[in-house]
């Protein structure tokens, strides 16, 4: 379950937590994030717990669950994968920070279930499985979270809100992996590309007159 593709390790200039965040929105088609606003703001204030033993009620071993799922989903290949950039920390903290309680339960209860899955599809926990056993697992729990994600949709009359239980736990463990990854510095600077425009910040360049101005950045 690759998901990130890039050959291009070039180091690049990084951009900040707000801007990733406002990309990373983009790259999951606009949709709202679950969690919301909350989930943002944790984001923007958080930094990454790098030597944190525990992170609310997740376990170190919880941390490593999460780092493989991860893993699984944007693995080392030329550029660095989500273990590199303590993807499975910044999961943690953002359910322990942002996620309602009912969320958050349906989050725990969720790793369980992936572990279940691989038990059941191979006999061996999520831990023990290789990577193309993982891939094949969480390919099957993407589609199914698809469906009824998509499911609930329809059944939304237009221009109301969505009511009713969590969104399903592996549509948060996705989205939290892909919102982890490219906010950090390893997917900012290695896995992505970016040039600043116009550049670096110059109090003072010269200007000929009849110039056009510089653009806002985007």
Not at 120 to 130: H, I, Q, V
């Amino acid at each position: 379950m690759n998901i990130n593709n890039s050959d291009d390790t070039e180091q690049v200039r990084p951009i900040d937590r707000r801007e990733a965040i406002r990309r990373v929105s983009a790259l999951l088609g606009g949709a709202a994030l679950v969690g919301g606003k909350a989930l943002l703001a944790a984001c923007e204030r958080a930094s990454f717990p790098l030597q944190e033993a525990t992170l609310g009620d997740f376990t170190a071993k919880d941390i490593a669950f999460l780092d493989e799922i991860a893993e699984t989903m944007l693995p080392a290949t030329k550029t660095p994968g989500a273990k590199a950039a303590k993807t499975g920390a910044f999961m943690a903290l953002m359910v322990t920070d942002s996620y309602r309680p009912a969320a958050q339960r349906a989050f725990r209860e969720g790793m369980r279930k992936v572990d279940d899955a691989m038990r059941m599809a191979n006999g061996l926990s999520f831990m023990e499985a290789t990577p193309p056993q993982r891939s094949a697992v969480l390919t099957a729990l993407d589609r199914e979270q698809k469906r009824e994600m998509d499911a609930r949709e329809a059944a939304t009359p237009p221009g109301e809100a969505r009511a009713g239980p969590p969104a399903h736990y592996f549509r948060m463990m996705k989205e939290l992996a892909l919102l982890g990854y490219f906010t950090s510095e390893v997917g900012c600077k290695q896995a992505l590309r970016y040039a600043e425009s116009p550049g670096r910040f110059d109090p003072c360049i010269p200007y000929t007159p009849g110039d056009p101005a510089w653009a806002d950045h985007a």
